[in-house]
T-cell receptor, first 110, second 112 residues
């Protein structure tokens, strides 16, 4: 399973755009990239998934370069409620066995 | 549509006891996975059940076991509890393929 590397922590301010980059150098051809958000004492929540190029939904964008060795989660205009841990994962064969790394602890300040 | 339901939400047990946790997946989801989350080890995969069969297993001792019923509800059992088993236990359900997994709120187990 591909290992991911992402910053341990990040700080931002309300209204700013936040970009969290994840490195996955050993990603396999059939691996997908997914991002989850977790608040304290709650289960992780799915944010976005992609395979290549760019994916956008109502909460975030995911940028994946052609070599797929990294990906960037972009959160537009963050608010205090976006303070959470963000996990980047790569997987193949379904969401039935997810391997989580340490995640990125994002703190949004007023 | 109801989300993933885990019961109980909180539990306190004594070392050496056993505990059973329950997870009701989203209706129609046949895959249920279990995870343990601790401050030191983070989120770790325990095992996954699909159609009442264990399909995947993580690197946990045999004291951790599970099962799935015909209605896809799943239970996780931990026997001979140790202090280090104190954790947030999460279950996730998915319909399969590359559609996302949905997590429950978790069961906070404290072993004293």
């Amino acid at each position: 399973l591909a290992k991911t590397t992402q910053p341990i922590s990040m700080d931002s301010y309300e209204g700013q755009e936040v970009n969290i980059t994840c490195s996955h150098n050993n990603i396999a051809t059939n691996d997908y990239i997914t991002w989850y958000q977790q608040f304290p004492s709650q289960g992780p929540r799915f944010i976005i998934q992609g395979y290549k190029t760019k994916v956008t939904n109502e909460v975030a964008s995911l940028f994946i370069p052609a070599d797929r060795k990294s990906s960037t989660l972009s959160l537009p205009r963050v608010s205090l409620s976006d303070t959470a841990v963000y996990y980047c994962l790569v997987f193949s064969g379904g969401y039935n066995k997810l391997i989580f790394g340490a995640g990125t602890r994002l703190a949004v300040h007023p | 549509k109801a989300g993933v339901t885990q019961t109980p939400r909180y539990l306190i047990k004594t070392r050496g006891q056993q505990v059973t946790l329950s997870c009701s997946p989203i209706s129609g989801h046949r895959s249920v996975s279990w995870y343990q989350q601790t401050p030191g080890q983070g989120l770790q995969f325990l095992f996954e059940y699909f159609s009442e069969t264990q399909r995947n297993k993580g690197n946990f001792p045999g004291r951790f076991s599970g099962r799935q019923f015909s209605n896809s509800r799943s239970e996780m059992n931990v026997s001979t509890l140790e202090l280090g088993d104190s954790a947030l236990y999460l279950c996730a359900s998915s319909s399969g393929g590359n559609t996302e997994a949905f997590f429950g709120q978790g069961t906070r187990l404290t072993v004293v």
